[in-house]
């Protein structure tokens, strides 16, 4: 074993030898044996995080993890310069976590596939997957409005890409919120005033945490008056029919979007969700990589 911290125990010959190695090396033929992938989590995650890493290594994907992609931004780089070194690293697959909307400032790049792992309030399409996966296995689909999102909608990624596939597959998407946290553009959603007619209206409700980290004014917010509203309680779930269930992408706020109770009803279906955090993820490599 030999440091390489400069160059002074080397001899003219054996640097040239150095050189010429490294021209021998066939990076297209290396790359071929096994995809890389690079993991760029610019945002807390745990379950996002951990199932995209543990369903690469099941699959033979190598992965590198970043969170240093911000450093490279402050040195001044491009992000185009930035998606050119890693894909000249034989990175194939880019997942990426931001707070930034910026998604289409990746859509246009080749050669190089980017995987939204959550971009601020408008993507998270893997976690879409993992919730339609769970009602479906469940056979929870069956439901004019599958799903109603309850909670802070305006802020929310997960209700951005949920709302997206629920309307591809077809269906309505339900929304039970406060005016201030409803997003903007409310085509193709149905309103609900009421847990009364939510649970009258739909199969099941994602509950949504009030996304902190995106409010402007948080300390103005009044979240007396939102859990008066939308709390979900165990006597609100007591309510429901049998077969109602409540999701959750986690991580969840017990005592504001939930009670304590609530979150202990076998109704709340968090733990089939997390069964799905890895399937999904192995199926949305697979799809990166063109196999599905
Ligand atoms: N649901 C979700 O995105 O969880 P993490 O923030 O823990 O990844």
Redesign the pocket.
Known sequence: MKHLLNFENEDKQYLEKLVDEILKIDLEKLNKINSFALLQFNE??????LSFSIAAKKLGIHVEESQDSISAKEKGESLEHEIETYRSMGIEILVI?TKENNLADYKTFKGISIVS??FGNIS?PT?ALVDIATLTKINKLNHKIPITFVGDLKHSR?FSSGRELLSKLGFKIGVFSNKDLLPENTDNLVLFNSWDEVIDNSGSVELLRVQKERIENISGFDFESYKKNFQLTSKILDSTPEDFVVLH???INIGIEIDEAAAKNKKFIYQEQLKMAIPARIASYQYALGEI
């Not at 807390?44 to 995080?49: A, F, G, L, Q, V």
Request: zero cysteines; proline letters at 20%; charged letters at 20%.
């Open positions: 807390p995650s745990t379950r996002t995080r976590r792992a959550g998270h976690q997960v992408p986690m991580p």
